[in-house]
């Protein structure tokens, strides 16, 4: 297995733009994580889901953001309009308690900056 | 909810010696306790995980030690390397709540030759 593929991997945008970063997750698994990573705030979870269902969306910062799964093998997170202050790293992660434990699999990370 | 605190934010060691990064957590019903490494650039890689029905794992160099009582996890990494440097996250997790994992600031951790 490739392992968690994320896309693009390096994201410029200018404020007000919109942005989608994608993910596809290690097949079979049946949870999918999305985080956030800066100096200031570390490693923060936005959302996840389980069986392609959001379960729980509590560290969505604000309207602008939104992730959708809309099959076992997608999800997207979309930031809409794009501020400066969202420059991070976006990592994606997959895991499999049933099969796997519950290790979690992070994918490459997209590197967004928005100018 | 969960809250983790992860000291020290870094840490530097010489070659060969033995580094300790504490982690605390506030939940008790949390049962899962993942570490991570970091590597500049690269994404957070699973190194050791315990769970609450155990006391201590090990895996060669490395080894996590928990204490329920005190709501307390360790990592130990004996016999430092150059490439142990990184930043390492520790993370705690409910399994009523699937896996969501709260991680700690992390541990920037320099290992000197």
């Known amino acids: 297995d490739a392992g968690v593929i994320q896309s693009p991997r390096h994201e410029v945008t200018e404020m007000g733009q919109e942005v989608t970063l994608r993910c596809k997750p290690i097949?079979?698994?049946?949870?999918l994580f999305w985080y956030r990573q800066t100096m200031m705030r570390g490693l923060e979870l936005l959302i996840y889901?389980?069986?392609?269902?959001?379960?729980?969306d509590s560290g969505m910062p604000e309207d602008r953001f939104s992730a959708k799964m809309p099959n076992a093998s997608f999800s997207t997170l979309k930031i809409q309009p794009s501020e400066p202050r969202d420059s991070a790293v976006y990592f994606c992660?997959?895991?499999?308690?049933?099969?796997?434990?519950?290790?979690?699999?992070f994918g490459p990370g997209t590197r967004l900056t928005v100018l | 909810g969960e809250n983790v605190e992860q000291h020290p934010s870094t840490l530097s060691v010489q070659e060969g010696d033995s580094a300790v990064i504490k982690c605390t957590y506030s939940?008790?019903?949390?049962?899962?306790f993942p570490w991570y490494k970091q590597e500049l650039g690269k994404r957070p890689q699973l190194i050791i995980d315990?769970?609450?029905?155990?006391g201590e794992k090990k895996d060669q160099r490395i080894a996590v030690t928990l204490n329920k009582t005190a709501k307390h996890f360790s990592l130990h990494i004996t016999e430092t390397q150059p490439e142990d440097s990184a930043v390492y996250f520790c993370a705690a997790s409910m399994e009523e709540y699937g896996n969501k994992l709260v991680f700690g600031a992390g541990t920037i951790l320099r290992v000197k030759s």
């Open positions: 939940d008790s019903a949390s049962n899962y």
């Open positions: 097949s079979g698994h049946d949870y």
């Open positions: 889901f389980n069986n392609n269902v959001p379960i729980d």
């Open positions: 992660a997959s895991s499999s308690p049933l099969v796997d434990t519950d290790t979690q699999y």
């Open positions: 315990i769970r609450s029905n155990v």
